[in-house]
């Protein structure tokens, strides 16, 4: 069973920047295609970005494309989310997801194909 711990999340300015890390229990996870996913308050929750299991490839919400970018260090077995240019719909918990070899639910990164959840980590971006 791999265990997944996000960190990175916080409080920012509209415009501003934050890092998202996704850490595993198990260098198994360098076989996982992992995902990231938020939840606004009273919302469902929503795919943001996904990974393939040799990082060769990515896939982002329309929403943010062009300003978050995923990646994996296999060394350290774990995947970031850079996040740049943040806005206040940004705001909401945002979970790591992780399910073995399965780079094809990166397509609709629908959240019941990922078996592996971590506890979640709170962005806020507010002035």
């Known amino acids: 069973q791999v265990q997944l711990v996000e960190s990175g999340g916080g409080l920012v300015q509209p415009g501003g920047s934050l890092r998202l890390s996704c850490a595993a229990s198990s260098v198994l996870f360098n076989y996982y295609t992992v995902a990231w996913f938020r939840q606004a308050p009273g919302k469902e929750h929503e795919g943001v970005s996904c990974?393939?299991?040799?990082?060769?490839?990515?896939r982002y919400a329309d929403s943010v494309s062009g300003r978050f970018t995923i990646s994996r260090d296999k060394a350290k077995s774990v995947v970031l989310l850079q996040m740049n240019s943040l806005k206040p719909e940004d705001t909401g918990i945002y979970y790591c997801?992780?399910?073995?070899?399965?780079?094809?639910?990166?397509?609709?990164?629908?959240?019941?194909?990922?078996?592996?959840w971590g506890q979640g980590t709170q962005v806020t971006v507010s002035s």
């Open positions: 997801a992780g399910v073995y070899d399965s780079d094809r639910v990166c397509g609709s990164m629908v959240k019941d194909l990922f078996h592996h």
């Open positions: 990974i393939t299991v040799r990082g060769s490839r990515a």
